[in-house]
């Protein structure tokens, strides 16, 4: 009988083809083996899916190429990428590619091999006086690597022991060394020391959170459990403990945190905690050497900690014992690219899958996942206070209208706020000024004829960039020098309105002289390891005042910030998005959350021209409870998430026209069928009516059957040709409505 393999190729083809296994592979092929196989003229990469007894064609083609002798993906994760392919609507080879890093998807890469020297034979004293005599330099450099104890690549040897090439090879040949090629990791983490951590006595909140989370681990229950627990409530160290519980029992964990908090210091917590090499850490700065080599130490089992951003929910982990997301109410968890999954909804799939624990956590949960735990879908786990008793913050909020009655302007940083400053400068302690826009200014408007310079691609403005005198687009990248004069009227008195981050920065340079001030945003960031510095001249305290986008709103944990400033709450509040709310209620406890970490107590200031809105009433007083039955009441009345799921389509193209009549086909295909369940509404442009040049159009859908919807909806598209020019797709449960 002969075995057959069913394979899903990296290219679109959307059908399965079978393969015959050549026998002297036989054995060797598995299910998550990923090959090269013949297709038309061409030979492509596929991954194995199954395999089966009777062919589905006649005569199959021989696969040509077997990349790997072990099996790239397992069982679980194939399944999981099915689930996907249904319920995201997306196509299966599409699903299947995002479990995978390009660089192991396309197997170019290999190990890094380097030639590592080890003592082969340790000398008594009188042997080693003896060459001394001969050959002082051999004898320095063979006493440096038994000094040394452990086996060291030879480039370092060579450079240690301030040596050649030469006197090492005859330390070689004399048999005192020993040299070989050695397959060596790319470590992102190397040239970093970690002093180790020992676990913290818990406290009783702490301590029930955890034995929930054990229990679950134990028994393989993959129900959800989860923690809502304020700022510097101690959740991580529950997640630390939990990790440690999994490897005492030969487990492995996932944790993933938004791409924003992978900081150096999440990572240092973890690596402090268990030995450096458990842990594997998967961000977009890793080099793909590096990303290549942190993937297959969990793939082969020597690595048993996987942290890292979104696409982290596909590590490789073995034995997987524990899932761990952590604010999980964080937005970046959802792919914006088809296939536009959420990450920790696929986390819960997985940990079913998986048939292991499940934990998420938040200061803020979302509002789908607090009323999982409502109707008992989720458990939940409190964490009433801050550790050690600490006091959250004290909230003040600034009503920039009373400003602007006294002082006919509305200021960047109010009096009270500028006095708070001056204060923390005078007391040597810091502040952290937070506004979620970067630039200069929002835009340039001519005072005489109105002109504001618009992107060309984009129906946005541009925004004005100081430090290199420039617009730029922050939606495609476009960017031009700034104009002197109005390039419509040529007026030249072409002003800013609005302002960013760098106007902010220019403001507090200019009423505090003396104070050290630094920015972080996506401009000032783009040297690499910008963001480690920086973060490391503020806890050292050589910078007073750090102002900054989200970049600095999640996760840093300084004790000597005491003064936390929101300079416009306003900003994302009045945006046409159901969840504007819910978002503004998450930031502004999240940046306040990063004053009064230490000793000292807390003080935040948040300016706002709409001081009574309830997301800013409830933060400042620290009342989730308060917003989240105010917020929930609105969705259920309005039907939005979590009570109907949204499926929107969107439809773009670089004709208007084309654009347009192609969401009014679907949308006239989608209106023959009947569910009674299913709420159609009528093509309309995007908010952002273009983008990056193209025209976009989309279709909302609303439904408590999702799977259904999504089915119906792959079916027709499925049936449906589109022009070249015209790109569809689908995105469930959707965030991004702009
Ligand atoms: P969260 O993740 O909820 O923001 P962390 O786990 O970062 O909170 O805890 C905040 C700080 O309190 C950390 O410095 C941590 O080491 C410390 N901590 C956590 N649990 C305890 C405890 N039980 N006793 C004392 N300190 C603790
Ligand atoms: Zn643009």
Redesign the pocket.
């Known amino acids: 009988m002969q075995i057959y393999a069913r394979v899903v190729t990296d290219d679109p083809t959307d059908k399965e083809l079978d393969y015959s296994i050549p026998p002297s592979w036989a054995g060797k092929v598995h299910i998550g083996s990923r090959v090269k196989v013949p297709l038309r003229s061409r030979e492509i990469l596929a991954t194995v899916v199954a395999l089966v007894d009777t062919p589905s064609v006649p005569e199959p083609k021989i696969i040509a190429a077997l990349t790997s002798e072990r099996p790239i993906l397992n069982k679980s994760l194939l399944a999981l990428a099915r689930w996907m392919a249904e319920y995201y609507c997306c196509p299966v080879e599409s699903a299947i590619r995002s479990l995978m890093p390009e660089v192991i998807r396309k197997a170019k890469l290999g190990f890094k091999r380097e030639r590592i020297v080890r003592v082969n034979r340790k000398i008594p004293e009188t042997e080693l006086q003896a060459l001394q005599g001969k050959a002082p330099r051999q004898a320095q450099v063979f006493r440096f690597a038994v000094e040394i104890d452990e086996p060291i690549r030879w480039r370092d040897l060579q450079q240690r022991a301030a040596t050649t090439d030469r006197t090492i090879q005859q330390l070689v040949d004399r048999g005192l060394l020993q040299a070989a090629l050695e397959t060596t990791d790319r470590d992102p983490y190397a040239n970093q020391r970690f002093i180790s951590s020992a676990a ?4 009783e909140d ?1 301590q029930k959170a955890l034995e929930m989370v054990i229990q679950s681990v134990d028994a393989g229950d993959s129900h959800p459990i989860l923690l809502h ?10 997640y630390l403990q939990a990790i440690d519980h999994c490897l005492n029992h030969n487990l492995g964990a996932l944790v993933l945190v938004p791409e924003i908090s992978l900081t150096p210091q999440t990572v240092e ?1 973890f690596k402090m905690r268990f030995q450096t090499d458990l842990i594997a850490v998967l961000h977009s700065h890793l080099s793909q050497g590096e990303r290549h080599d942190e993937w297959h130490k969990l793939n082969s089992g020597r690595a048993r900690i996987a942290i890292g951003a979104r696409s982290a929910v596909f590590a490789p982990v073995q034995r997987l014992g524990l899932i761990v997301v ?1 604010e999980e109410h964080e937005t970046s968890y959802k792919q914006e690219e088809t296939p536009r999954y959420h990450a920790r909804d696929l986390a819960v799939v997985r940990a079913q899958i998986e048939r292991c624990a499940i934990l998420l ?1 938040s ?1 803020t949960p979302s509002l789908e996942s607090y009323q999982n735990a409502k109707t008992g879908k989720y458990r939940l786990a409190l ?1 009433t206070s ?3 008793d600490r006091q959250l913050p004290l909230i003040r909020v600034i009503d920039m209208r009373q400003e602007y009655l006294k002082q006919k302007h509305v200021p960047l940083i109010s009096s009270s706020l500028a006095n708070a400053i001056e204060a923390r400068l005078t007391g040597k302690e810091q502040t952290i000024l937070f506004l979620n826009r970067r630039g200069f200014a929002t835009s340039l408007v001519c005072n005489q004829c109105g002109f504001v310079c618009d992107c060309p691609n984009c129906s946005v403005a541009l925004t004005f960039h100081q430090g290199e005198n420039r617009l730029k687009c922050h939606l495609c990248g476009h960017a031009t020098l700034a104009p002197r004069k109005c390039p419509k009227c040529s007026d030249p008195s072409i002003r800013y309105a609005g302002y960013g981050t760098e106007k902010i920065e220019g403001t507090v340079r200019k009423l505090f002289p003396s104070a050290t001030v630094a920015r972080m945003d996506a401009d000032s960031m783009v040297r690499k390891d910008a963001y480690r510095q920086t973060l490391q001249a503020f806890r050292t305290g050589k910078i007073d005042v750090l102002v900054g986008t989200q970049m600095i709103a999640k ?1 840093l ?1 300084f004790p000597n910030v005491t003064l936390v400033g929101i300079i416009n709450a306003d900003v994302g509040l009045h945006m046409p998005d159901f969840r504007a709310g819910e978002r503004t209620f998450q930031l502004l406890t999240q940046v306040a ?1 990063r004053a009064g ?1 230490g000793d000292m107590a807390g003080e935040v200031f948040v300016q706002s021209s709409t001081p009574f809105s309830p997301a800013i009433q409830f933060a400042r007083h620290h009342n989730f409870e308060g917003f989240w039955e105010q917020e929930i009441e609105f969705r259920e009345r309005c039907e939005y998430p979590p009570f109907l799921h949204l499926l929107m389509i969107h439809v773009r193209s670089e004709h208007q026209r084309l654009a347009e009549f192609t969401a009014e086909t679907i949308h006239r295909r989608l209106g023959e069928q009947s569910d009674p369940e299913v709420t159609l509404h009528p093509v309309v442009p995007a908010p952002i009516e273009r983008s990056k040049g193209f025209y976009r159009y989309q279709i909302l859908l609303r439904s408590k059957a999702i799977r259904r919807l999504s089915a119906t909806v792959r079916s027709i598209l499925e049936k449906l040709t589109f022009p070249e020019e015209v790109h569809v797709s689908v995105d469930v449960d959707p965030y991004q409505v702009l």
């Open positions: 913290i006595k818990l406290n702490q627990g304020v700022t510097g409530s101690g959740k991580t160290e529950v917590r952590d956590g200061a964490l801050r550790v050690d996760g944990d959350g970490r």
